[in-house]
Protein backbone atom coordinates (compact mmCIF):
# COMPACT_ATOMS: atom_id res chain seq x y z
CA UNK A 1 0.00 0.00 0.00
CA UNK A 2 0.97 3.63 -0.95
CA UNK A 3 0.00 6.40 1.18
CA UNK A 4 0.07 9.86 -0.13
CA UNK A 5 -1.33 12.61 2.10
CA UNK A 6 -3.42 16.37 -0.03
CA UNK A 7 -4.67 18.87 2.80
CA UNK A 8 -6.68 16.23 5.25
CA UNK A 9 -7.48 13.80 3.12
CA UNK A 10 -5.18 10.48 2.38
CA UNK A 11 -5.02 8.19 -0.47
CA UNK A 12 -4.28 4.74 0.13
CA UNK A 13 -3.24 3.29 -2.89
CA UNK A 14 -3.50 -0.76 -3.37
CA UNK A 15 -1.26 -2.58 -5.83
CA UNK A 16 -0.28 1.14 -7.48
CA UNK A 17 2.13 -0.61 -10.38
CA UNK A 18 -0.48 -3.14 -11.02
CA UNK A 19 -3.99 -2.60 -10.83
CA UNK A 20 -4.66 0.67 -8.81
CA UNK A 21 -7.27 0.68 -6.10
CA UNK A 22 -7.74 3.58 -4.06
CA UNK A 23 -10.03 4.55 -1.07
CA UNK A 24 -9.44 7.25 0.63
CA UNK A 25 -9.48 8.52 4.54
CA UNK A 26 -10.70 11.84 5.28
CA UNK A 27 -9.64 13.41 8.85
CA UNK A 28 -11.91 15.71 10.81
CA UNK A 29 -11.94 17.37 14.06
CA UNK A 30 -12.46 13.86 15.91
CA UNK A 31 -12.18 11.07 13.46
CA UNK A 32 -11.70 9.40 10.42
CA UNK A 33 -14.28 9.53 7.02
CA UNK A 34 -13.42 6.24 5.05
CA UNK A 35 -14.46 6.78 1.25
CA UNK A 36 -14.79 3.63 -0.02
CA UNK A 37 -13.24 0.27 1.03
CA UNK A 38 -11.31 -1.17 -1.75
CA UNK A 39 -11.15 -5.01 -2.17
CA UNK A 40 -11.31 -7.43 0.57
CA UNK A 41 -7.58 -8.21 1.69
CA UNK A 42 -7.25 -4.38 2.18
CA UNK A 43 -8.77 -4.02 5.81
CA UNK A 44 -5.85 -4.69 7.97
CA UNK A 45 -4.33 -1.94 5.87
CA UNK A 46 -7.15 0.83 6.49
CA UNK A 47 -6.94 0.41 9.94
CA UNK A 48 -3.24 0.40 10.38
CA UNK A 49 -3.29 3.67 8.54
CA UNK A 50 -6.12 4.98 10.69
CA UNK A 51 -3.74 4.23 13.91
CA UNK A 52 -0.91 5.78 12.18
CA UNK A 53 -3.22 9.06 11.69
CA UNK A 54 -4.10 8.26 15.21
CA UNK A 55 -8.25 8.63 15.13
CA UNK A 56 -10.29 6.02 14.63
CA UNK A 57 -12.93 5.59 11.45
CA UNK A 58 -16.23 6.80 12.18
CA UNK A 59 -18.01 6.80 9.13
CA UNK A 60 -17.41 5.17 5.82
CA UNK A 61 -18.81 6.35 2.75
CA UNK A 62 -19.14 4.52 -0.65
CA UNK A 63 -18.89 6.20 -4.12
CA UNK A 64 -20.64 3.13 -5.45
CA UNK A 65 -20.82 -0.56 -4.68
CA UNK A 66 -18.35 -2.57 -7.12
CA UNK A 67 -16.50 -4.74 -5.33
CA UNK A 68 -13.02 -2.98 -5.53
CA UNK A 69 -14.41 -0.40 -3.89
CA UNK A 70 -16.48 -2.60 -0.82
CA UNK A 71 -14.72 -5.72 -0.76
CA UNK A 72 -13.35 -4.89 2.67
CA UNK A 73 -16.48 -3.39 4.32
CA UNK A 74 -17.50 -5.80 6.14
CA UNK A 75 -14.29 -6.28 8.32
CA UNK A 76 -14.17 -2.94 8.58
CA UNK A 77 -17.44 -2.53 10.27
CA UNK A 78 -16.47 -5.65 12.60
CA UNK A 79 -13.46 -3.18 13.73
CA UNK A 80 -14.79 0.15 13.97
CA UNK A 81 -18.75 -0.98 14.77
CA UNK A 82 -19.43 2.03 15.82
CA UNK A 83 -18.73 3.61 11.85
CA UNK A 84 -22.15 4.98 10.50
CA UNK A 85 -22.09 3.34 7.35
CA UNK A 86 -23.35 5.62 4.43
CA UNK A 87 -24.25 5.19 0.54
CA UNK A 88 -26.57 6.32 -2.21
CA UNK A 89 -30.11 5.10 -2.02
CA UNK A 90 -30.07 3.27 -5.73
CA UNK A 91 -26.34 1.76 -4.76
CA UNK A 92 -27.52 0.33 -1.31
CA UNK A 93 -29.30 -2.09 -3.79
CA UNK A 94 -26.25 -3.47 -5.32
CA UNK A 95 -24.45 -3.60 -2.49
CA UNK A 96 -27.22 -6.33 -1.48
CA UNK A 97 -25.96 -8.10 -4.14
CA UNK A 98 -29.43 -7.01 -6.46
CA UNK A 99 -27.91 -6.47 -9.87
CA UNK A 100 -31.24 -6.17 -11.37
CA UNK A 101 -32.50 -3.22 -13.21
CA UNK A 102 -34.62 -0.47 -11.71
CA UNK A 103 -37.19 1.16 -13.15
CA UNK A 104 -35.31 4.39 -12.94
CA UNK A 105 -32.21 2.49 -15.23
CA UNK A 106 -34.04 3.02 -18.01
CA UNK A 107 -33.70 -0.95 -18.27
CA UNK A 108 -29.93 -0.67 -18.78
CA UNK A 109 -28.72 -3.84 -16.90
CA UNK A 110 -25.87 -2.87 -14.02
CA UNK A 111 -22.55 -3.77 -14.93
CA UNK A 112 -19.38 -4.23 -13.34
CA UNK A 113 -18.05 -6.59 -10.50
CA UNK A 114 -21.29 -7.01 -8.24
CA UNK A 115 -20.56 -7.97 -4.35
CA UNK A 116 -22.33 -11.25 -3.34
CA UNK A 117 -21.92 -11.76 0.63
CA UNK A 118 -21.53 -8.11 2.08
CA UNK A 119 -23.26 -8.74 5.26
CA UNK A 120 -23.29 -4.81 6.14
CA UNK A 121 -26.42 -3.35 6.50
CA UNK A 122 -25.88 0.89 5.16
CA UNK A 123 -27.16 3.45 7.93
CA UNK A 124 -27.77 6.19 6.10
CA UNK A 125 -28.80 6.82 2.33
CA UNK A 126 -27.48 9.52 1.11
CA UNK A 127 -28.92 12.24 -1.55
CA UNK A 128 -27.93 15.39 -3.21
CA UNK A 129 -26.30 17.84 -1.22
CA UNK A 130 -25.80 15.85 2.53
CA UNK A 131 -23.18 15.94 4.68
CA UNK A 132 -20.43 13.40 5.71
CA UNK A 133 -18.44 14.83 8.06
CA UNK A 134 -16.92 17.64 5.93
CA UNK A 135 -17.74 16.33 2.47
CA UNK A 136 -20.96 17.52 0.38
CA UNK A 137 -22.49 14.70 -1.49
CA UNK A 138 -22.81 15.55 -5.33
CA UNK A 139 -24.86 12.48 -7.28
CA UNK A 140 -23.12 11.17 -10.34
CA UNK A 141 -24.20 8.15 -11.76
CA UNK A 142 -23.40 7.03 -15.03
CA UNK A 143 -20.19 4.15 -13.88
CA UNK A 144 -22.94 2.98 -12.03
CA UNK A 145 -26.72 3.90 -11.36
CA UNK A 146 -26.53 5.14 -7.92
CA UNK A 147 -22.84 6.87 -8.04
CA UNK A 148 -21.98 9.66 -5.71
CA UNK A 149 -19.10 11.76 -5.45
CA UNK A 150 -18.04 13.50 -2.25
CA UNK A 151 -16.80 17.68 -2.23
CA UNK A 152 -15.20 19.23 0.61
CA UNK A 153 -15.73 23.38 -0.02
CA UNK A 154 -13.14 24.43 2.16
CA UNK A 155 -10.08 22.84 0.45
CA UNK A 156 -11.40 22.27 -3.16
CA UNK A 157 -10.67 18.15 -3.16
CA UNK A 158 -13.40 16.36 -5.15
CA UNK A 159 -13.44 12.37 -4.13
CA UNK A 160 -15.26 11.12 -7.40
CA UNK A 161 -15.06 7.59 -7.30
CA UNK A 162 -15.07 6.25 -10.88
CA UNK A 163 -16.28 8.88 -12.65
CA UNK A 164 -13.23 10.08 -13.89
CA UNK A 165 -10.04 7.70 -13.62
CA UNK A 166 -6.68 8.86 -14.11
CA UNK A 167 -4.61 5.67 -14.12
CA UNK A 168 -3.75 5.22 -18.22
CA UNK A 169 -4.91 9.14 -18.91
CA UNK A 170 -7.42 11.25 -17.40
CA UNK A 171 -11.10 9.64 -18.86
CA UNK A 172 -14.39 10.27 -17.97
CA UNK A 173 -16.17 6.98 -16.67
CA UNK A 174 -16.75 4.54 -19.86
CA UNK A 175 -14.25 6.11 -22.63
CA UNK A 176 -11.57 2.87 -23.19
CA UNK A 177 -8.28 3.54 -22.10
CA UNK A 178 -6.19 0.78 -23.73
CA UNK A 179 -3.28 0.92 -20.48
CA UNK A 180 -6.46 0.49 -18.27
CA UNK A 181 -10.13 -0.49 -19.26
CA UNK A 182 -11.51 -1.57 -16.60
CA UNK A 183 -13.48 1.36 -15.61
CA UNK A 184 -15.06 1.70 -18.86
CA UNK A 185 -15.79 -1.67 -19.34
CA UNK A 186 -17.79 -1.52 -15.86
CA UNK A 187 -19.74 1.68 -16.89
CA UNK A 188 -23.44 1.52 -16.63
CA UNK A 189 -23.96 4.38 -19.02
CA UNK A 190 -21.13 6.30 -20.87
CA UNK A 191 -23.66 9.32 -21.59
CA UNK A 192 -24.93 9.40 -18.18
CA UNK A 193 -21.68 9.43 -17.20
CA UNK A 194 -20.47 12.39 -19.36
CA UNK A 195 -23.21 14.48 -17.67
CA UNK A 196 -21.93 13.79 -14.45
CA UNK A 197 -18.40 14.53 -15.66
CA UNK A 198 -19.68 18.20 -16.95
CA UNK A 199 -21.08 18.37 -13.31
CA UNK A 200 -18.38 17.52 -11.11
CA UNK A 201 -15.93 20.11 -13.56
CA UNK A 202 -18.50 22.86 -12.51
CA UNK A 203 -17.72 22.28 -9.27
CA UNK A 204 -13.43 23.65 -10.09
CA UNK A 205 -12.06 21.18 -7.84
CA UNK A 206 -8.25 21.94 -6.42
CA UNK A 207 -7.82 18.33 -6.06
CA UNK A 208 -9.30 15.08 -8.02
CA UNK A 209 -9.20 12.11 -6.07
CA UNK A 210 -10.34 9.58 -8.10
CA UNK A 211 -10.65 5.04 -7.61
CA UNK A 212 -7.69 4.35 -10.16
CA UNK A 213 -5.17 6.41 -10.86
CA UNK A 214 -3.30 9.05 -8.49
CA UNK A 215 -4.28 12.00 -7.08
CA UNK A 216 -4.25 15.20 -9.66
CA UNK A 217 -3.64 18.71 -8.31
CA UNK A 218 -5.32 21.72 -10.35
CA UNK A 219 -7.26 18.97 -12.26
CA UNK A 220 -9.87 20.85 -14.38
CA UNK A 221 -7.58 21.22 -17.33
CA UNK A 222 -7.37 17.27 -17.66
CA UNK A 223 -11.21 16.83 -16.64
CA UNK A 224 -12.30 19.57 -19.11
CA UNK A 225 -9.97 17.28 -21.88
CA UNK A 226 -11.22 13.91 -20.77
CA UNK A 227 -14.72 15.88 -21.67
CA UNK A 228 -13.79 16.74 -24.77
CA UNK A 229 -12.64 13.15 -25.52
CA UNK A 230 -15.55 11.62 -24.34
CA UNK A 231 -18.15 13.77 -26.40
CA UNK A 232 -15.48 12.97 -29.48
CA UNK A 233 -16.32 9.13 -29.24
CA UNK A 234 -19.74 9.14 -28.28
CA UNK A 235 -20.67 11.57 -31.63
CA UNK A 236 -22.83 9.32 -33.83
Known sequence: ???????????????????????YLVEEQEGLTLVDCALGFAARDIALAAKTIGKPITEIALTHAHIDHVGALDALKKQFPEAQVSVSEREAKILSGDKSASPEDGGKPVKGGIPKNIQTTPDRLLQEGDRVGSLEVVLSPGHSPGSISFFDRRTGVLIAGDAF????????????????????????????????????????????AVGHGRMLDHPVRFMEQAIRDAEQKLKP
Not at 1 to 21: I, R
Not at 165 to 181: D, E, I
Open 1 to 23: MQVKKVQNVYQLAFMPTVFPVNC
Open 165 to 208: QTRGGTAVSGTFKPLFPFPAMATWDKHVALDSAKKLTLLQPSFL
